[in-house]
């Protein structure tokens, strides 16, 4: 932010909300641009976070950098801010970010009296800050199309709901960048809603098979992506796929708090698999284990969520808070 006598007074005239995501959105892209430096040197320093040495859990420096980079920065700026982030703080970057986007203080008269009336200490912001680590990885090895799937998420929930978020793509437009915000019952920013593919689904993995069929021979899906990363698949829903479907448990909090308020303030929605509304308090569990369904304003949610078998939906019970 400019210190200008007029920026100094949308500053201090805007509720907190519209600060706290007018600062993560200039941090989401100042961390992006960690990313993209920690890729162009060349060493990620990998380590596999796995416990039992068996399944895939890849972590980076720019994980780890970004992750400094977004918690010390927001903490500076909103001191006492609750953060729940995937990595821990360990790596350093030498400069945080202080500035904030104009963009979203100019906004702020839209906002009503509750999202006026939101203070600090009822606020957890959730944070993974790269989204796709696996691609990414995989990415370093060539040029890859992969690096598209990477994100920056911030999600900022509110009395345990997900209200405002922050999605930025670093590699968007040949390395440019593109950074998406919303705030529930403003409007979701820097991307275009385009026309829709009525039958196309996103997912990410073989093990949401069954329930693929199931949409299927419901004609709600005869043509399927399969793509990484919480952020890059409600951004492909957004831009015409019909639903992003994960009937696996595995998708953390800071997966989807950013993508859910992304879509929902869009008018789309994401819900568990059985269409259940997902917890970000404090008190949270990290997993998703009702799985992920996201659909956009141009769909009929719940017929994707009748369409999911029972026994699916049984599988994977959603539980409220840590146990």
């Known amino acids: 932010m400019e210190c200008t006598k007029e920026s100094e007074e949308m500053w201090n005239q805007a509720c907190f909300i519209t600060r706290l995501v007018s600062s993560t959105v200039r941090v989401s892209e100042t961390a992006g641009n960690l990313i993209k430096r920690i890729m162009s040197e060349g060493d990620l320093k990998i380590v596999n976070k796995a416990v039992d040495g068996k399944a895939t859990d890849l972590q980076t420096e720019a994980d780890r950098s970004a992750q400094y980079c977004i918690e010390k920065s927001l903490q500076a700026k909103f001191n006492g801010l609750t953060i729940?982030?995937?990595?821990?703080v360990t790596s350093e970057v030498p400069n945080l970010e202080?500035?904030?986007?104009?963009?979203?203080?100019?906004e702020d008269s839209k906002c009503s009296e509750e999202l006026r009336s939101i203070k600090q200490e009822d606020v957890v912001v959730w944070v993974d800050p790269l989204d796709g680590t696996s691609e990414f990885a995989q990415a370093a090895k060539s040029a890859s199309p992969l690096l598209q799937q990477v994100t920056v998420l911030i999600g900022i929930a509110y009395r345990g709901r997900s209200i405002a978020g922050v999605v930025h793509q670093p590699y968007y437009d040949n390395g440019k960048g593109r950074t998406m915000w919303a705030i529930i019952g403003l409007g979701t920013?820097?991307?275009?809603?385009?026309?829709a593919?009525?039958?196309?689904?996103?997912v990410t993995t073989p093990m949401v098979t069954e329930a693929l069929e199931a949409l299927t021979k419901q004609g709600l899906a005869d043509s399927v992506e399969r793509v990484g990363g919480a952020g890059f698949k409600v951004i492909k829903c957004l831009e015409g796929a019909a639903a992003y479907?994960?009937?696996?448990p595995g998708c953390k909090k800071w997966d989807t708090a950013a993508p859910e308020a992304i879509i929902t303030a869009a008018g789309g929605r994401l819900t568990d698999i059985s269409g259940r509304t997902l917890y970000y308090g404090t008190d949270a569990q990290i997993t998703n284990t009702g799985g992920v369904l996201a659909t956009p304003h141009w769909v009929k949610h719940e017929e994707y969520v009748s369409a999911i078998p029972a026994h699916v939906k049984d599988c994977l019970p959603e539980f409220t808070s840590k146990n």
């Open 197 to 202: 593919n009525p039958n196309k689904v996103v």
């Open 189 to 195: 920013y820097g991307i275009p809603l385009v026309g």
């Open 84 to 88: 729940i982030g995937e990595e821990d």
């Open 98 to 106: 202080t500035s904030v986007c104009m963009d979203v203080l100019k």
């Open 245 to 248: 479907v994960f009937a696996s």
